[in-house]
Antibody, heavy 120, light 107 residues
Framework: QVQLQESGPGLVKPSETLSLTCTVS??????????WSWIRQPPGTGLEWIGY???????NYNPSLKSRVTISVDTSKNQFSLKLSSVTAADTALYYCARVPGGYGYFDYWGQGTLVTVSS | DIQMTQSPSTLSASVGDRVTITCRASQSISSWLAWYQQKPGKAPKLLIY???SLESGVPSRFSGSGSGTEFTLIISSLQPDDVATYYC?????????FGQGTKVEIK
């Protein structure tokens, strides 16, 4: 049973960097067939794809966030991480990590999500 | 970016009704479309990928069709457990984008 679990601070101050980690169980982040992704959902609104990483370290980011986003992978811990710099209130959202089969671009397993609020 | 537009935004139907949700893409995405179901307080759940392929474990009352720019999700017989918001998502080109969602309620 594949499971993903997000973790990280629930409160971040404006202009600081948001940092989240996704721990994967029941699968390996080095599995050739999968990419690993972050998606966010501002309260009461829709979904926005942030980016993905492959175990080799290859990444692809949403251009709307590209200048502020870094996704990395730690194969020894079976985790991947998100950093979003210079946050504002507009970055307040539920952040999900998810698995992408074969790089096809849909998300077959999701974490439960973690709410990050940007506020002083 | 490819814009995804869903209709209606909200629909109310009776148990047993056939429900249709439409998703339109601002340009052709071939069959690279997925559908998700999101219940309150939960993560989205994959229902359909590549426009018409049913994800393992998803009830057969859910089906998807379409190609190019117009797609539909059909619930053949609405059940109380289907109350949720449904999202389409294109995975034809970057950045991957979602529709704004369709909220399904029981009348």
């Amino acid at each position: 049973q594949v499971q993903l679990q997000e973790s990280g601070p629930g409160l971040v101050k404006p202009s600081e960097t948001l940092s989240l980690t996704c721990t994967v169980s029941g699968d390996s982040v080095t599995t050739i067939s999968y990419y690993w992704s972050w998606i966010r959902q501002p309260p009461g609104t829709g979904l926005e794809w942030i980016g993905y990483i492959y175990y080799t370290g290859s990444t692809n980011y949403n251009p709307s966030l590209k200048s502020r986003v870094t996704i990395s992978v730690d194969t020894s811990k079976n985790q991947f991480s998100l950093k979003l710099s210079s946050v504002t209130a507009a970055d307040t959202a539920l952040y999900y990590c998810a698995r992408v089969p074969g790089g096809y671009g849909y998300f077959d397993y999701w974490g439960q999500g973690t709410l990050v609020t940007v506020s002083s | 970016d490819i814009q995804m537009t869903q209709s209606p935004s909200t629909l109310s139907a009776s148990v047993g009704d056939r429900v249709t949700i439409t998703c339109r893409a601002s340009q052709s995405i071939s069959s690279w479309l997925a559908w998700y179901q999101q219940k309150p307080g939960k993560a989205p759940k994959l229902l359909i990928y590549e426009a018409s392929s049913l994800e393992s474990g998803v009830p057969s009352r859910f089906s998807g069709s379409g190609s190019g720019t117009e797609f539909t999700l059909i619930i053949s017989s609405l059940q109380p457990d289907d109350v949720a918001t449904y999202y389409c998502q294109q995975h034809n080109s970057y950045p991957w984008t979602f529709g704004q969602g369709t909220k399904v309620e029981i009348k």
